[in-house]
């Protein structure tokens, strides 16, 4: 039993014992060990990279998400996870390799340093490292810039019905068996062209051999030129695909958030935007991301916390299948930050930092801030942290797995497009949280302050101006009217951590044009529906009248 008059604080904290690295290796059981993973897990330097790759090409090959020839495009940051990823692919396609890949690889690299406080050559020295880095991989690669999110077409966040995950109704047998009897015929058909000897006539004179040398050495260019071309459309020795004006737009936006926990929010939303469209764009189908097992345990608290419970399932699985044409997909989510630090440290992995919003800031700035603060120090003293709040994540899954499933298209959010959960019974918490922020806010008739508004002050038609337009006054009642109707009707298309990130906002105006415009094709698709709604049929009547 505990008494009130022990003294506890004399007791130091028991400690397990660290392992020793002068243990042997507890694979091969030969070599002397370089590191330990974890308590026991002591690996020497070979058995070790035997280990990270295998659990790569195991990650990839146990989901069986990404088919044979299948264009994926590799989201890279230039930091550790990411290189590591690209050094995994790039080892994954060689012949050498025992259990190769098979997938058609491409980079694409988002600039955020506008947001960042970076200037133009600051920005430009860490893009000429990264095109290093992409042109030793010699895979094609994309440069995209935050400020080209006000370039998005206005059907970006349209909801597209198809699944890449049936691709085209083969199994994943299949496609592989298909792709293999593919190269098989090529390469037979490569063996029966004739050789260069073959194609010159040798009693040809010395004038005509020279003659088609020449030419089939001008082809070999051409075809050296086409398959081999590696720069990116958007290279930093062009000019910026981006004016000043759509620089300070961006600028302006994330300035009048108030929180960083709302700026990193957005921004990330943005950074999934223009993923999806380069993607679409260029002709993939996957996206690869690079979080790792550590930064999917602490997304995992912040989301909770953020309100986005009921999306847990594909913010933080193997797959996110939320975009329907598109499939993201988190390779390396098998892996701690810790293995993947040794890894790059013994096997010169390169890495390039690059500033990020939340750089320098406290641990206390932001939610993202608190919540890694608080994992990072509980790994410390409790080393199976990080790997119980995954293993806890894996449990988890959506009602509805696949967003294009039933006969009713799912009603996405507006901007991160997960499916909405506001959508919910009055008798909920959601519901009781709206009503508890509608009586905060309402205020006592005493406490209410008197102004003297007139119907003719603003915008209530009188006589200069059509009721219900602007009078270009620019007063107070004139932007509060017009904020508040345009945040309600944005408010409704919006999840619930969504919403919470749109509140900090001081104006929504702000915000790129493809996002408004969205906002008002389904505010005119809601109001058409509501008006031929009584012509319309059930869903169990529209699926009898087709099955019969």
Known sequence: MCEVEEDYSEQPLLRAAAASVTQKCMKCKDSSAVLV????????????????????????????????????????????????????????LCREAPKKLRFSPGIVYIDEGAVCGRSLEERQATLSQLESMFQASSFPYHIVY?????????????????????????????????????????????????????????????????TKLAQLNICDLFSKENTGNTTSETSTCGKWPFNLTQTEAI???????????????????????????TARIKGYTKIMMGDSC??????????????????????????????????????????????????????????????????????????????????????????????????????????????NCGTEQVEKCLLCLC?????????????????????????????????EVTEQSCCTGDGKEEKGKCCGAHSEECYSANSSNRTTDLFSLLCYSCRLTVKDMVSLDLLPQYVLSEAERRKRRAQVREQIQEFLLAPEEETNTTSS
């Open 419 to 451: 499916a909405m959960d506001t959508k919910v019974e009055e008798a909920s918490a959601f519901h009781a949280t709206l009503i508890s922020e509608k009586l905060s806010l309402k205020q006592s008739p005493d406490q209410m302050p008197v102004k």
């Open 146 to 210: 935050l400020e080209e999110v006000f370039k998005l077409p206005n059907s970006m966040l349209q909801s597209v019905s198809s699944s890449p995950a049936s691709h085209h109704g083969e199994n994943y047998k299949e496609a592989v068996d298909d792709f293999l009897q593919k190269q098989r015929e090529t390469l037979i058909h490569t063996e029966q062209r004739p050789t260069v000897a073959e194609q010159l006539n040798v009693t040809h004179s010395e004038e005509q051999v020279q």
């Open 37 to 92: 993973i974890r308590v026991g897990d002591a690996f020497c330097k070979s058995c070790f990279k035997e280990y990270f790759v295998h659990k790569f090409r195991a990650m990839l090959g146990k989901t069986r998400l990404i088919f044979p020839g299948e264009q994926v495009l590799l989201a890279l940051s230039g930091g550790p996870t990411s290189s590591a990823m690209l050094c995994q692919v790039q080892e994954g």
């Open 294 to 403: 550590t930064r999917l345990a602490v997304k995992l608290l912040t989301n909770i916390s953020l309100g986005r419970g009921a999306s847990l399932a594909i913010d933080t699985g193997f797959s996110d299948n939320r975009y329907g044409d598109i499939m993201i997909v988190r390779p390396m989510r098998e892996y701690s930050s810790k293995e993947i630090a040794f890894y790059n440290k013994l096997f010169d992995v390169p890495n390039i930092f690059t500033p990020a919003l939340d750089t320098k800031a406290t641990d206390k700035a932001s939610i993202h801030r608190l919540t890694e603060s608080f994992v990072n120090k509980l790994q410390t003293d409790f080393p199976s942290t990080v790997s119980t709040v995954y293993r806890t994540s894996e449990k988890l899954n959506t009602a509805c797995s696949d967003f």
């Open 251 to 277: 600028k302006e936006l994330f300035s009048s958030i108030k929180t960083l926990t709302a700026k990193e929010e957005l921004l990330q939303t943005l950074r999934h935007h223009l993923l999806l469209y």
